[in-house]
């Protein structure tokens, strides 16, 4: 059930920055936004748990800097320990997965910067639940920038 929970939640947030697309015809005011994502509940492994929050500078109409985090669902917020458990590395292959995604958090921060709508930006293999997370915060914050 959460598995199903899960996949319809990525399908709103899908739509919702679908929604959004028609923010590379807008404008938006010089500055400095912070979005937030919706929360995802994650499914039964623990995949996809959490928001994300970003906080972009805007300046002639493009992003000009962008920081992008990712939090549990109680705002912790993923590090380090991310994917251990009990402040253990119990299972490798997860810890592996959870920190590529917190890599592949950072990529995306990086890879807005000069551009304006977060499509623009490549999802990264590993670090799906999160680029959704990133979308939506950063249309969220375009939201608030717009003119």
């Known amino acids: 059930m959460k598995k199903v ?7 709103v947030l899908i739509a919702s920055a679908f929604a959004g ?8 005011k010089d500055g400095t936004y912070t979005g937030k994502s919706a929360v995802i509940s994650g499914d039964e ?3 996809g748990n959490g928001y994300g929050e970003v ?10 800097a962008c ?3 990712t939090y549990e669902e109680d705002g912790t917020l993923k590090g380090e320990d991310y994917g251990m458990v009990d402040g253990e590395i119990k299972n490798q292959d997860y810890y592996n997965k959870a920190q590529n995604a917190i890599k592949g958090s950072e990529e995306y921060a990086k890879n ?11 999802s990264i293999s590993g670090a799906t639940y999160s680029y959704n997370q990133f979308t939506d915060a950063v249309f969220d914050a375009l939201d608030k920038a717009a003119e």
Do not use: Q
């Not at 906080?55 to 000009?64: L, P, Q, R, Y």
């Not at 910067?113 to 490549?122: L, T």
């Open 67 to 69: 920081e992008f985090k």
């Open 5 to 11: 929970f899960a996949i319809l939640l990525s399908a």
């Open 21 to 28: 697309c028609g923010n590379s015809n807008r404008t938006y």
């Open 112 to 122: 807005i910067v000069n551009k304006i709508n977060p499509e623009d930006v490549d």
């Open 55 to 64: 906080t972009i500078t805007i300046k002639d109409n493009v992003i000009t």
């Open 45 to 47: 492994e623990g995949n």
